[in-house]
């Protein structure tokens, strides 16, 4: 099924089932039609439904330009890119509310990150434009008002940020302190009691304010020693990963001290130093 007989479909339904069916072909990727063009026309398209919400057909734009990029298609990305910084008004302008997509802070996040990476595509050009609306939206976050939904929205944040870095090195302190406050507070009202609790008592007035909580720590350790050993999964030759499971020891012996530490990571080198080689394709398996 191409564009066309998409919409024509669409056209023909009563105004719920319109609206519903065009909100699956924005946020189900599987039912939209298999051709590339065929995609980004129907995106470019809901954008414009009128059955739609302001919300929905935002984020059609924001499918069409996640394709675009995606496909590495620069000439449609400089068009999709000026899309969304004329829409940049409008999307500020969204309300906060309970519900993912119906939510102004996941929006904004959402496109933030895609104009990002197809600013990056096409040159680079909106870079400081971009990287103040990001940092303006963290600095400013209503941390009282939001919701549950903020532990979803932190994925695209952090992204956005980190492009933001990469334009502006000299602000990485500052920004990797805002997104690990940010990811902390989102693991804490990510449970609704406590979120009920922070909505109307508790909420810092700005991520500033917040104290990441110890289980937060704990919670990114966890992830840099997963993170490890799925490296140790991909290397292929023994140098790889001789290197992947040295880091997997620094990340995951004992070190309460730097004296343990030092201690379980050579004594982890002398017992099984040679299995991490020996293992390595072609090497023979480790007894």
């Known amino acids: 099924m191409d564009a066309a007989t998409c919409l024509a479909h669409l056209g023909r339904l009563p105004a719920r089932a319109r609206r519903d069916g065009a909100r699956t072909l924005i946020y189900k990727k599987n039912r939209r039609p298999a051709g590339l063009r065929e995609q980004i026309n129907l995106l470019d398209a809901l954008r ?16 069409g ?13 400089h ?18 509310a309970y519900g993912l997509r119906r939510d102004r802070t996941h929006l904004v ?27 303006h939206e963290v600095e400013t976050l209503n941390l009282r008002r939001m919701t549950p939904y903020l532990f979803n929205s932190t994925s695209n944040t952090v992204k956005a940020a980190g492009l ?20 902390s507070y989102s693991i804490e009202i990510n449970n609704p009691v406590h979120w009920w609790v922070f909505s109307r008592f508790r909420a810092p007035s700005k991520l500033d304010e917040v104290e990441e ?26 140098d790889a990963r001789r290197a ?7 990340l995951c012996v004992a070190q309460a001290t730097p004296a343990q530490k030092t201690a379980l990571t050579e004594a982890a080198r002398t017992v099984f130093g040679d299995r991490w ?11």
């Open 48 to 63: 414009d439904e009128p059955a739609l919400t302001d919300f929905d057909r935002l984020y059609a734009l924001i499918a």
């Open 65 to 77: 330009s996640h394709k675009v990029c995606e496909e590495v298609l620069v000439e449609d990305a």
């Open 79 to 96: 068009h999709w890119l000026d899309r969304l910084l004329d829409a940049e008004a409008q999307i500020r302008a969204m309300p906060i």
């Open 109 to 135: 996040f959402s496109a933030q990150n895609v104009a990002l990476n197809l600013d990056l595509l096409t040159g680079a050009r909106h870079a400081t434009r971009l990287g103040d609306w990001v940092m």
């Open 164 to 183: 933001v870095a990469l334009a502006r090195p000299e602000a990485v302190d500052r920004i990797h302190d805002l997104m690990r406050r940010l990811v």
């Open 213 to 238: 909580r110890a289980a937060f720590g704990s919670h990114c350790n966890t992830i840099l020693r997963l993170r490890a050993l799925e490296d140790a999964t991909r290397a292929k030759d023994a």
């Open 244 to 250: 992947a499971f040295e880091k997997v020891a620094d």
């Open 277 to 287: 080689t020996a293992s390595a394709p072609g090497g023979g398996a480790a007894v």
